[in-house]
T-cell receptor, first 118, second 114 residues
Framework: AQKITQTQPGMFVQEKEAVTLDCTYDTSDPSYGLFWYKQPSSGEMIFLIYQGSYDQQNATEGRYSLNFQKARKSANLVISASQLGDSAMYFCAMSSPGGGTSYGKLTFGQGTILTVHP | NAGVTQTPKFQVLKTGQSMTLQCAQDMNHNSMYWYRQDPGMGLRLIYYSASEGTTDKGEVPNGYNVSRLNKREFSLRLESAAPSQTSVYFC?????????????FGSGTRLTVV
């Protein structure tokens, strides 16, 4: 079975500073994908970044980067130059290969609430 | 392009009442999913539909039923609502089962059972 763990219920960061949100995962599948989603107070789920298990380089999307350490089974999200609009809930998620009992589903962590202070 | 549309956005039910949450996607995706979101527990899978005509249970299916009416629509029914079903419900679809394809989410339904 797959499992995603986000150990930080809440994080605080000063505007313009960088912040790292932790995510560890557990799976027996050799191939998997890792996602981060942002959920602002309005409630919608916004895709941020993706990392494949066989990708050699860490994924980056603008101010977001994913610190992927396969041996440690961690996929931390790094947000550089935090902005007030980054205040939100952040979810780490993992995709499994299609087929079988986990047919294409994403498994989500518990989430981390990030608050950016001015 | 509307993406995934959920209705209603808000609903209050009395214990024992029934209701159906509607979800429709216009992206021609094969796979559709229903999740519930509760504080401190992330998103948990209720039911999913890998393709038109098929449905399967997820992690927390008790108290729910689903219907994949056609390729576009995937509804979630609460036959006899309970306070424990107070939650935010998300419908999602997925273009492909390739690992690098994530979900497109609906905007959610906030359900309160009193």
């Amino acid at each position: 079975a797959q499992k995603i763990t986000q150990t930080q219920p809440g994080m605080f960061v000063q505007e313009k500073e960088a912040v790292t949100l932790d995510c560890t995962y557990d799976t027996s599948d050799p191939s998997y994908g890792l996602f981060w989603y942002k959920q602002p107070s309005s409630g919608e789920m916004i895709f941020l970044i993706y990392q494949g298990s066989y990708d050699q380089q860490n994924a980056t999307e603008g101010r977001y980067s994913l610190n992927f350490q396969k041996a440690r089974k961690s996929a931390n999200l790094v947000i550089s130059a935090s902005q007030l609009g980054d205040s939100a809930m952040y979810f780490c998620a993992m995709s499994s290969p299609g087929g079988g009992t986990s047919y294409g589903k994403l498994t989500f962590g518990q989430g981390t609430i990030l608050t950016v202070h001015p | 392009n509307a993406g995934v549309t959920q209705t209603p956005k808000f609903q209050v039910l009395k214990t024992g009442q029934s209701m159906t949450l509607q979800c429709a996607q216009d992206m021609n995706h094969n796979s559709m999913y229903w999740y519930r979101q509760d504080p401190g527990m992330g998103l948990r899978l209720i039911y999913y539909s890998a393709s038109e005509g098929t449905t399967d249970k997820g992690e927390v299916p008790n108290g729910y039923n689903v219907s994949r009416l056609n390729k576009r629509e995937f509804s979630l029914r609460l036959e006899s609502a309970a306070p424990s079903q107070t939650s935010v419900y998300f419908c999602a679809s997925r273009e492909s089962l390739e690992l690098n394809y994530g979900y497109t989410f609906g905007s959610g339904t906030r359900l309160t059972v009193v």
